[in-house]
């Protein structure tokens, strides 16, 4: 987590990157900081605190003119969110700035071997780093140095340093981090993500692993450099600039949550222009054939897009008849399950960075198995390192809480399953289409869930319960509900709550349910009599073909295999007009961040 930015060129440095700053607080918002180099006096000023990236721009002084400056915004990993712990940290004579997201593992270790008698001012792992860097710069040279302090590091970073000594260089490096560089005439930006470069960049290179660059202003020209860590030269292909400004703007929206709630029809409708061109699919043969000749299928994913990949094992088992189980990454990378011959293995990420997903990349990789990655960032690291990749198409999600993603996963998870079925069961396009108008209908009837959920969703509580695919909508709902209101929220198959869950249930208590599908709907129903005999104020979303006079919010009839795809819009505005109403930071969250890159 955390997002780097870090400026040498033409522009006001400290500009490019507040504003860059402003554009990754969703990977991380505790604490932040800024350093930057001040061309009359020669010095170099440091700002950091507790808290967000407004109070660094609003509360601080920057009528500086300044070319060359590093930023940070932070999601605490060693250390609690306070000032003495925000970036920049220094080395121990104050002579190199540095700013780091990952997590360094042997920091003790190196500490003791090499710099026992430092004391740090701050209780993180990155000090260590920087104070090496100092350390071996008393012999080396300071690109040198930085590398030989690389070789020595454990873990993840993506990392930019400013040396004192010359206000006209700036050095990055990256392992496992995510890390761009942006490149302009008038200047060189790096950043987390590439949505901080958009406006300084006409070309970018998403920077490898295990990488160094140096960045140098020299006769007004900017220039970089990049190498490994022993020192040969890299010489990567920059790729064109080609996101638009809008599309990383809340455009109107009061928060970008709900902007990407209303974005998911044209999600879907994107995705079948993209990959259904005149009702033939123009997903590459390479990637048909994998999964045609696959004996089982292991989709590895976390949060939404782990529920994204429970409905692909639905799609991939009734539609395509493969065998197919879904992981949780973080419990994958370390309690591997015994892999079948010939297994294909796909990952699921909106950002492409999670990092308990790379290590599973990395180790299924060293294993010689096949992979895929479905993602919505195709210059993320799981987008480079897979064998193929798939493009959700889905557009900047910036709301921490994931909505289009999930809706663009479900949809290409669809499709996949589609084409490699030897019968088709339907016409996708078609059905697709009209899951669109269905998600339609109830965006823009929003504001009867607006109404709905107002008295209702206040207890500390809630359940939501359906059976099949409702109940992959159910996990999926609760996560989201969750994680923005803070109200405790559990997505239950709506036959196991009797089996001990149920004690919880108590007056008020609510209870959402989910129906839409035909042949289980009696059973549910069932259930939502048991709980309602216990006191459960419950609310009912279902289909039309299966709804009941009382039930509460009734959506368009669609093919059951896609109904994950609109059962999921009243839940996503559910979740977001609670947390309105509880007046919660609805985009950012406590304590999350949107891209998890730690283990
Ligand atoms: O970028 P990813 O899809 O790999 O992220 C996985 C989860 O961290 C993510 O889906 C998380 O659960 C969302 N914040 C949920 O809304």
């Given at each position: 987590m955390c997002g780097i930015v870090g400026y040498l060129g033409e522009k006001k440095a400290t500009d490019v990157i507040l504003a860059g700053l402003e554009k990754l607080e969703y990977r991380g918002y505790d604490s932040c900081g800024i350093f930057f180099h001040v061309e009359k006096t020669n010095d170099f000023i440091t700002y950091k605190d507790k808290g967000r990236i407004?109070?660094?721009?609003?509360?601080?002084?920057?009528?500086?003119?300044?070319?060359?400056?590093?930023?940070h915004t932070r999601w605490a990993t060693h250390g609690k969110p306070n000032r003495e712990n925000s970036h920049p940290h220094f080395s121990f004579s104050t002579r190199f700035a540095i700013v780091h997201n990952g997590v360094i593992e042997?920091?003790?270790?190196?500490?003791?071997?090499?710099?026992?008698?430092v004391e740090f001012a701050s209780e993180t792992d990155t000090e260590v780093i920087v104070n090496l860097i100092e350390h071996f710069a008393t012999e080396l040279s300071i690109e040198e140095a930085i590398r030989k302090t690389l070789s020595l590091i454990e873990g993840s970073y993506a990392l930019l340093i400013v040396d004192k000594q010359n206000s006209n260089a700036m050095y990055a490096a990256k392992?496992?981090?995510?890390?761009l560089i942006g490149i302009a005439p008038n200047g060189i930006t790096l950043a987390s993500d590439v949505m901080a470069l958009v406006e300084h960049a006409e070309t970018y290179i998403p920077i490898e692993d295990k990488t160094f660059v140096s960045v140098f202003a020299s006769d007004d020209k900017f220039e970089y450099a990049m190498v490994d860590i022993i020192g040969v030269p890299v010489i990567p292909k920059p790729l064109k600039m080609d996101i638009v400004l809008e599309d990383i703007g809340k455009g109107g929206y009061s928060h970008y949550m709900?902007?990407?709630?209303c974005e998911q029809p044209s999600v879907v409708r994107k995705i079948m222009d993209k990959y259904l061109v005149n009702g033939n699919t123009v997903i590459?043969?390479?990637?048909?054939?994998l999964f045609?000749?696959?004996?089982?299928?292991?989709?590895v994913a976390a949060g939404t897009s782990m529920h994204a990949g429970y409905v692909g094992k639905y799609y991939f088992?009734?539609?395509?008849?493969?065998?197919?189980?879904?992981?949780?990454?973080?419990?994958?990378?370390?309690?591997?399950?015994?892999?079948?011959?010939?297994p294909l293995f796909v990952f699921i990420s909106q950002s492409g960075e999670t990092a308990d997903l790379r290590a599973c990349l990395l180790r299924v990789k060293e294993l010689g198995h096949k992979t895929i990655t479905i993602t919505n960032v195709p210059t993320s690291t799981l987008a480079r390192e897979a064998d193929h990749f798939l493009e959700i198409f889905a557009g900047p999600e910036i709301a921490v809480a994931s909505t289009k993603a999930y809706v663009g996963q479900v949809t290409i998870l669809a499709l996949l399953a589609y084409i490699v079925a030897k019968r088709k069961p339907f016409d996708l396009h078609l059905e697709l289409s009209k899951v669109a108008i269905a998600m339609d209908a109830v965006i823009d009837n929003r504001e009867y869930i607006d109404n709905l959920v107002k008295d209702k969703l206040t207890k500390r509580n809630c359940f939501y319960i359906g059976r099949g695919l409702d109940y992959y909508t159910c996990l999926e709902a609760a996560l989201k509900l969750k994680e923005i209101s803070y109200i405790q929220t559990e997505g239950f198959a709506a036959g196991e709550l009797k089996h001990g869950t149920i004690a919880l249930i108590e007056d008020g208590i609510p209870v959402i349910a989910i129906i839409s599908q035909a042949h289980i709907a009696n059973n549910t129903r069932a259930n939502i009599r048991e709980?309602?005999?216990?006191?459960?104020?419950?609310?009912?979303?279902?289909?039309?073909?299966?709804?009941?006079?009382?039930?509460?919010?009734v959506l368009m009839d669609v093919n059951e295999m896609l109904t994950p795809l609109v059962t999921v819009i009243p839940t996503q505005l559910i979740a977001y007009y609670s947390a309105l109403h509880l007046g919660k930071d609805i985009d950012k969250p406590r304590n999350l961040a949107k891209s998890v890159t730690v283990e």
């Amino acid at each position: 987590m955390c997002g780097i930015v870090g400026y040498l060129g033409e522009k006001k440095a400290t500009d490019v990157i507040l504003a860059g700053l402003e554009k990754l607080e969703y990977r991380g918002y505790d604490s932040c900081g800024i350093f930057f180099h001040v061309e009359k006096t020669n010095d170099f000023i440091t700002y950091k605190d507790k808290g967000r990236i407004s109070h660094l721009i609003n509360d601080f002084n920057y009528k500086f003119d300044n070319h060359l400056g590093i930023g940070h915004t932070r999601w605490a990993t060693h250390g609690k969110p306070n000032r003495e712990n925000s970036h920049p940290h220094f080395s121990f004579s104050t002579r190199f700035a540095i700013v780091h997201n990952g997590v360094i593992e042997n920091y003790r270790e190196l500490t003791a071997k090499y710099i026992p008698d430092v004391e740090f001012a701050s209780e993180t792992d990155t000090e260590v780093i920087v104070n090496l860097i100092e350390h071996f710069a008393t012999e080396l040279s300071i690109e040198e140095a930085i590398r030989k302090t690389l070789s020595l590091i454990e873990g993840s970073y993506a990392l930019l340093i400013v040396d004192k000594q010359n206000s006209n260089a700036m050095y990055a490096a990256k392992n496992k981090s995510p890390l761009l560089i942006g490149i302009a005439p008038n200047g060189i930006t790096l950043a987390s993500d590439v949505m901080a470069l958009v406006e300084h960049a006409e070309t970018y290179i998403p920077i490898e692993d295990k990488t160094f660059v140096s960045v140098f202003a020299s006769d007004d020209k900017f220039e970089y450099a990049m190498v490994d860590i022993i020192g040969v030269p890299v010489i990567p292909k920059p790729l064109k600039m080609d996101i638009v400004l809008e599309d990383i703007g809340k455009g109107g929206y009061s928060h970008y949550m709900l902007k990407e709630i209303c974005e998911q029809p044209s999600v879907v409708r994107k995705i079948m222009d993209k990959y259904l061109v005149n009702g033939n699919t123009v997903i590459p043969d390479a990637i048909v054939k994998l999964f045609q000749n696959t004996n089982r299928i292991y989709i590895v994913a976390a949060g939404t897009s782990m529920h994204a990949g429970y409905v692909g094992k639905y799609y991939f088992e009734h539609v395509s008849m493969i065998p197919t189980e879904v992981f949780i990454a973080s419990e994958f990378a370390y309690n591997q399950p015994l892999i079948v011959d010939n297994p294909l293995f796909v990952f699921i990420s909106q950002s492409g960075e999670t990092a308990d997903l790379r290590a599973c990349l990395l180790r299924v990789k060293e294993l010689g198995h096949k992979t895929i990655t479905i993602t919505n960032v195709p210059t993320s690291t799981l987008a480079r390192e897979a064998d193929h990749f798939l493009e959700i198409f889905a557009g900047p999600e910036i709301a921490v809480a994931s909505t289009k993603a999930y809706v663009g996963q479900v949809t290409i998870l669809a499709l996949l399953a589609y084409i490699v079925a030897k019968r088709k069961p339907f016409d996708l396009h078609l059905e697709l289409s009209k899951v669109a108008i269905a998600m339609d209908a109830v965006i823009d009837n929003r504001e009867y869930i607006d109404n709905l959920v107002k008295d209702k969703l206040t207890k500390r509580n809630c359940f939501y319960i359906g059976r099949g695919l409702d109940y992959y909508t159910c996990l999926e709902a609760a996560l989201k509900l969750k994680e923005i209101s803070y109200i405790q929220t559990e997505g239950f198959a709506a036959g196991e709550l009797k089996h001990g869950t149920i004690a919880l249930i108590e007056d008020g208590i609510p209870v959402i349910a989910i129906i839409s599908q035909a042949h289980i709907a009696n059973n549910t129903r069932a259930n939502i009599r048991e709980v309602m005999a216990r006191g459960a104020e419950v609310i009912v979303i279902a289909l039309t073909a299966v709804s009941d006079l009382t039930d509460d919010i009734v959506l368009m009839d669609v093919n059951e295999m896609l109904t994950p795809l609109v059962t999921v819009i009243p839940t996503q505005l559910i979740a977001y007009y609670s947390a309105l109403h509880l007046g919660k930071d609805i985009d950012k969250p406590r304590n999350l961040a949107k891209s998890v890159t730690v283990e």
